[in-house]
């Protein structure tokens, strides 16, 4: 009975290189660990399945460092600073070691590159497609958490990056668009968590654009209580965009994983926001405002007239 | 674009009402609140997948009551008070409104049960098995977390309750077993989370029994330094267990599902840990001592004879 069972083998050489201060070295039920004095807690919990939310092939590393970068995406949105996550992987049993060499190997990579460790999590088998499920923990500030419901008419509609590479870039890697330079499936395969863009008192209101950036601005219309009008001309494209043509517009208005931020700025606050933004060399661009009304999403072309687009983004459902 | 798409309708509908103080209504990118002061967080995430962890034909009601529960178990081991959780969920795109339904109803049941709130979490679709991941968040009093390291030669080595159904259980529920009362399969099917049971200062290492007894102390015993000596006659079963004969006692030993708690208790603490127990109203058992030397796991039968298990439980890779 001394040898340790495949699984906690795999986990002590693969995971616990990567536990974090609190995480008890991944040996106990729980991890413990005190918050800093005086800040709030932050968590937020993604899942992501093989063959939804990434490629059955696409490499281990590359997987894991999405994973947790959709949710330090979240942390973004809200103005936290992220220290520590727990992970769940549900892979089949004959899983090559050398997938989770590589899975741990990525997630170390950004471990050093956003100041996060592991705290805890399971591993488990299934008889279906790689099923991974990571929570994310960071801290605010107490009351300077930045919500989706501070938007309000007259704040102008910003975006961070480019908007639609995630969706081109799923067709990219999937041999359905030309990615000579391979930007586009890069984009797709490692989103680029924006931490400390969303600055709390310079942002009104910000979340992610995980779903695509029209249903995405309709969450946060509704919970602001106000409508948006955003003009597709302002939408800021990479040149791969670009050079896809404008036949593919509306898939980059409505296409998810881009995980850009989207923000509400009030117009006072613009001129300390390009400020902020440009000490920390991230682009941003204000594609619209805020307006009174229904929590509606208009979208206007060029000469000024509406854009139909048949639905606003992803839904896992229905 | 004022229609809710079916995801977001579906998490309105279901799982909004669940939610807790400082999930924000589970209508932004992260739940945000303030620790109470002077308390440490105690924070667990497990997995489970249908065909796994549970049958798929199981209700929803109790799958989502028994994925909570073995949550609630491992903070029951750190001697930790759950206040809440987040959740991600993983089904067909087809499944059915009503089994979300049954699941949200489940966790209602529990969440009044335990005093537990939902924080947050994601849904998502998957082409496999419904796919699960709780992540758990309690707190203890600064270092009155209870570890697995604490056993001690000497120690005696505690269970609750009664040790096997969970395994015999799932054979139950597969009818590969008799069970006329449905006892076995329900121990299976719902777990009872022994919280408030291990206390510190009474219980020197805890952890919870999820994949076998024999296993799970190998893992006290690795984290204490220490071995174990237990009598397979002392070990408590069920009317159920007991029914099944003999023949079962392997697999009472080494099965896992029973979320039952393991502890190294002192012999100084023998007394006042019976009073708790009883004032509690769980049945706890000596089953045996930690013993000096390696860190391994002997059973002997009636006779001081060494039982030998090919497997002390289940791992879930090798």
Redesign the interface.
């Known amino acids: ?2 040898a ?7 986990i002590a050489r693969h995971f616990r290189p990567l536990a974090g201060q609190g995480s ?1 070295d991944l ?9 800093p004095v005086g800040r ?10 093989a ?3 990434f490629l059955p092939d696409d490499p281990p590393e590359l997987i894991a460092r999405k994973l947790l970068r959709t949710n330090l995406s ?2 973004a ?2 103005g ?1 600073k992220p220290f520590g996550y ?5 892979t089949a ?1 004959s ?1 090559p070691d050398a997938w989770f060499a590589g899975f741990a190997a990525g997630l170390a990579v950004d471990q050093v590159a956003f100041g996060v460790a592991l ?11 790689i ?1 991974l ?1 990571l ?4 801290t ?1 500030l ?1 009351g300077q ?1 930045i ?3 501070g938007a309000r008419a007259g704040d102008g509609v910003w975006v961070s990056g480019t908007i639609g590479d995630g969706a081109l870039g799923l067709l990219a890697a999937t041999d359905r668009l030309a990615d000579p330079s391979g930007f586009l499936a890069g984009r797709y395969r490692l989103p680029q968590p924006r931490l400390g863009l969303a600055k709390f008192g310079l942002v009104a209101a ?3 654009v995980s779903d695509g950036l ?2 995405d601005l ?2 946060l219309c ?2 602001s209580g106000a409508g948006a009008e955003i003009e597709a001309a302002r939408l800021p494209l990479s040149d791969a965009a670009h050079a896809a043509g404008q036949g593919y517009l509306s898939l980059c208005l409505t296409g998810g994983d881009d995980y850009e931020l989207l923000m509400a700025i009030p117009a006072a606050h613009e001129a300390a926001f390009a400020v902020h933004s440009a000490a920390m060399g991230i682009a941003v661009h204000r594609i619209g405002r805020f307006v009174s009304g ?4 208009r979208v206007h072309d060029a000469t000024g007239g509406l854009i139909d ?1 048949p ?3 992803w ?4």
Chains 1, 2 share one sequence.
């Open positions: 009975m001394t340790l069972p495949a699984e906690f083998d795999l008890l040996s106990d039920d729980a991890a413990v660990f005190a918050l709030e807690l932050v968590v937020s919990a993604d899942a992501m399945v063959g939804v939310h979240d942390l949105a809200m936290a727990l992970l769940t992987i549900s049993r899983m705290l805890g999590g399971d591993t488990t088998s299934t008889p279906g497609p099923s499920s929570t994310i923990l960071g605010v107490p958490a919500r989706r419901n910000c979340m992610d029209v249903q309709g969450h509704r919970a229904d929590p509606v999403v687009l639905r606003g983004g839904s896992h459902f229905g």
